[in-house]
């Protein structure tokens, strides 16, 4: 660990002496938002939805410094970092970031500077000869103990895969589909209106294009469906609204179709997700948990790790899911019951666990066992002998005297 520091702690000297820092920092501050390139993506609600589920369940999830035995660290160092990455981005707001980026673009780059993590944009990535991995922002190298890779496998082990790559053609053609439709109704359903004459169009009557532009006038300023117009025409001319070409049952049934295939990129099939969101709220979570979200923080957490620590150090980087956190409260509280009778909680724990303060008492800090659980042989060493009025022997008091 004190290598590690010594190394980073120089690297970041000379980074800072060279004015490679600032170069980063401006590529931060003025690359703009990291998601720019890909804000249509998350146009389409179904994968707004998945993104949002699924980086808030990371968000959510207790990030730790753990030793070699799974022991939790909380007085590392390292654990600051973690709870703030930098001035401009709270711990939630990195972490889905980080997300969300990586499952858009299949590929994301966290960079710690020695005292704070950022996201790096525009960075480029390749192999020299002796396989060493290096990065350059803009044309500027970064020291490769600064930044991690975090790459979506797919064939390639240089680059990752996400669904900008992998659903481009059908993310384009449900982005078109729902937008031909938004407009067509945010215009009243009306996309076009042809205008009859009798007489034939001469460009230099002066009247009849008079006649002609203040009416294709009229028409073009209806832009809400609330919105009346009243045209009088002469004898001669007569308007008719045209049949629209946008059929909506073809567009709809395309995007029934397709729109379900966006999650898919993601691993996650939407019919069965939503069926159980209907159904039951925690086997959702739980299944969107195990397909989804497991895998992204066990390769969040071995990338975090080998950016604080080097292969030889005792620590790592985990996170800690709560399952009981995507359940009800009355299966909650059903699930207390249970640990307390079977001797698995104390019933301070179950406070705790209910949202509860914790009764701090003898009583509440000892484990109970219901009678129904124990087998029958030991039914009588766990209860009170005195009541069947026997001692410890198993003899009936008095006995002795007999």
């Not at 067509?184 to 002609?212: C, V």
Request: net charge negative; proline share 2%.
């Amino acid at each position: 660990m004190g290598l590690r520091n010594s190394i980073s702690n120089f690297l970041f000297r000379q980074a800072e002496k060279r004015g490679w820092l600032d170069d980063f920092k401006g590529n931060i501050r003025y690359g703009g938002r990291y998601v720019s390139s890909n804000e249509e993506t998350l146009a389409s609600s179904d994968v707004y939805l998945l993104l949002q589920d699924i980086s808030n369940q990371i968000a959510l999830a207790k990030w730790k410094i753990a030793d070699a035995e799974g022991v939790e660290q909380p007085h590392h160092p390292i654990n600051k970092v973690l709870k703030r990455p930098n001035n401009y981005l709270t711990r939630s707001e990195f972490l889905k970031l980080l997300t969300n980026v990586f499952l858009i673009d299949g590929e994301v780059f966290p960079v710690f500077d020695g005292k704070e993590m950022h996201i790096a944009s525009n960075v480029y990535a390749e192999l020299d000869d002796r396989l060493i991995e290096h990065f350059t922002v803009n044309g500027v190298e970064i020291p490769s103990s600064m930044i991690r890779h975090i790459k979506n496998i797919g064939v390639d082990h240089i680059q990752g895969i996400g669904i900008s790559k992998l659903g481009k053609d059908t993310l384009e053609g449900v982005l078109n589909a729902e937008k031909v439709l938004t407009d067509k109704y945010r215009k009243g359903g009306l996309l076009a209106f042809l205008l009859q004459l009798d007489a034939h169009i001469n460009p230099k009557n002066a009247a009849q294009s008079k006649l002609i532009t203040a009416i294709l006038d009229q028409l073009e300023a209806i832009d809400e469906s609330r919105t009346v117009k009243l045209i009088p025409l002469g004898k001669g001319y007569s308007i008719e609204a045209m049949k629209s070409p946008v059929e909506d049952e073809k567009i709809l049934a395309y995007l029934n179709v397709y729109k379900k295939d966006l999650g898919k990129f993601m691993n996650v099939d939407i019919e069965v997700y939503r069926e159980l969101m209907k159904k039951d709220i925690e086997k959702a979570m739980m299944y969107l948990h195990n397909k989804a979200v497991r895998p992204i923080l066990q390769l969040f957490g071995e990338h975090l790790s080998a950016l604080f620590f080097n292969g030889d150090s005792n620590f790592h980087v985990e996170a800690e899911i709560n399952i009981l956190d995507f359940v009800t409260y009355s299966t909650k509280t059903n699930i207390a019951y249970n640990l307390v009778r079977t001797m698995i909680s104390t019933p301070d724990d179950s406070r705790a666990m209910l949202g509860f303060k914790k009764l701090n008492t003898d009583e509440s800090s000892k484990l109970y066992i219901s009678k129904d659980l124990v087998s029958g042989e030991d039914l009588g060493k766990a209860t009170d002998d005195s009541l069947k009025g026997g001692d410890d022997d198993g003899k009936e008091k008095g006995s002795e005297n007999i």
